[in-house]
C-alpha cells in the first residue's frame, strides 16, 4: 500500500468530523424545512437537491460501470441511464414528467434538473428502476440507497465472517459528532480496535484522538463519543462513552514502515501484540488491515 496514500485515508477518517456534519447535507431546490439525508452506499450526498419533496441526487453519484452507464444528450437536454447489459434503459428529459423505461412511457413526480452544469435525477426512479435497495426512514428522516456493490459491501458488513465484516467496517464514510473535537498532534499509524467477535461498533485512533463508532442496521456509521489527550494539557471528550470494546483485538496501520500490527485486548485494556506483516512481503495486504483471528467466532452478525 502506498504510505501517502494510507495516510490521507487515516487523515480523512479522523477528519471527516470537519466536512461532513449530519443535517447540513442536503441543499433546498426552495427554502422549506431541511432535506433529509441522503446515503448512497452509506456515504451521505452532500450535493443532493430537495424539489417537491422529492430527492434529486448528481446522475455520476449513481456511476458504477459494473451497475450502470449513464449519458446526457445536451441538444435533446436527455437524460439515458443503461445497465451493463443493456436489459433496462431509462431516458428522462429535463422539464418532463414523463421517463421512458424500455421504450414505456412512465410518470414521474419531478423531472431532471440541470443546476451549475449538472444534471440532477430523481434518486428513487433511477434506482429502483435500475434494480438497487432504497428505503426511506420517516422517525430519521433518512434514504438509504445501495446499489449492486454497495449491497454486496454491506451484506459483508452485516453477515459475512469477521475479517471481512470489519474490513468493510472501516471503509465506511462516518458520520461525525455535532461538535467534534480537533485533530491534534502527530502521528504516522491508524488503529481500528473492536470488541471479541463483533465488527459493528470500534474505536479508531489516530494521533491523539480516540473515536468511538456504532454501525447501525442500514450501514450507517456514527461518531458517538471522542476522546482527546495531549501530553500537557487537560483531556477533552465530546459525546456519549459506549460499552468498552475490550476484550477484544487491534489492528495498526503503520503508514510509513507499510507494517500491520495487530494484537489482543484483555479484560482489563491491555494490549499485547500478536504478529506484524510487512506488506512488502505480503501482497495480499495491499489494500486490506484486518487479519483473521484465528479461532474467533462473530457474535453480532445478522
Not at 15 to 42: H, M, N, R, T, Y
Amino acid at each position: 500500500m502506498n504510505p501517502i496514500k494510507a495516510l490521507k485515508a487515516a487523515a480523512a477518517a479522523a477528519l471527516i468530523a470537519g466536512a461532513v456534519l449530519p443535517g447540513s447535507g442536503l441543499a433546498e431546490a426552495k427554502a422549506a424545512a431541511p432535506a433529509p439525508l441522503l446515503f448512497i452506499d452509506g456515504q451521505v450526498q452532500s450535493s443532493a437537491l430537495r424539489v417537491g419533496g422529492r430527492i434529486l441526487i448528481q446522475l455520476r453519484s449513481l456511476q458504477d460501470p459494473d451497475w450502470l452507464t449513464y449519458s446526457y444528450d445536451a441538444k435533446t437536454r436527455t437524460v439515458r441511464a443503461a445497465s451493463k447489459d443493456s436489459s433496462k434503459v431509462i431516458e428522462l428529459k429535463e422539464g418532463s414528467r414523463t421517463a421512458s423505461v424500455n421504450g414505456k412511457p412512465v410518470p414521474l413526480d419531478v423531472s431532471v434538473v440541470i443546476r451549475d452544469g449538472k444534471t440532477y435525477v430523481p434518486v428513487r426512479f433511477v434506482s429502483e428502476s435500475m434494480g438497487a435497495y432504497v428505503s426511506y426512514d420517516s422517525a430519521k428522516s433518512r434514504t438509504v440507497v445501495r446499489t449492486p456493490k454497495g449491497q454486496k459491501s454491506y451484506d459483508a458488513l452485516m453477515g459475512g465472517d469477521l475479517a471481512a465484516a470489519r474490513q468493510a467496517a472501516i471503509a465506511l464514510a462516518v458520520l461525525p459528532l455535532k461538535d467534534p473535537l480537533a485533530v491534534e498532534g502527530e502521528g504516522f499509524s491508524v488503529t481500528y480496535s473492536f470488541p471479541a467477535g463483533e465488527a459493528l461498533r470500534y474505536e479508531m485512533v489516530y494521533k491523539q484522538l480516540l473515536s468511538s463508532i456504532v454501525i447501525d442496521a442500514d450501514g450507517i456509521a456514527q461518531t458517538v463519543y471522542q476522546r482527546s489527550e495531549i501530553y500537557g494539557q487537560p483531556a477533552k471528550e465530546k459525546g456519549t462513552k459506549p460499552k468498552s470494546i475490550a476484550p477484544g483485538y487491534y489492528f495498526t496501520d503503520n503508514v510509513m514502515a507499510d507494517y500491520i500490527y495487530y494484537g489482543s485486548i484483555d479484560s482489563n485494556g491491555e494490549a499485547k501484540e500478536l504478529e506484524a506483516i510487512d506488506r512488502a512481503s505480503h501482497p495480499e495486504y495491499k489494500d486490506k488491515l484486518i487479519v483473521p483471528i484465528d479461532g474467533e467466532k462473530r457474535t453480532d452478525g445478522k
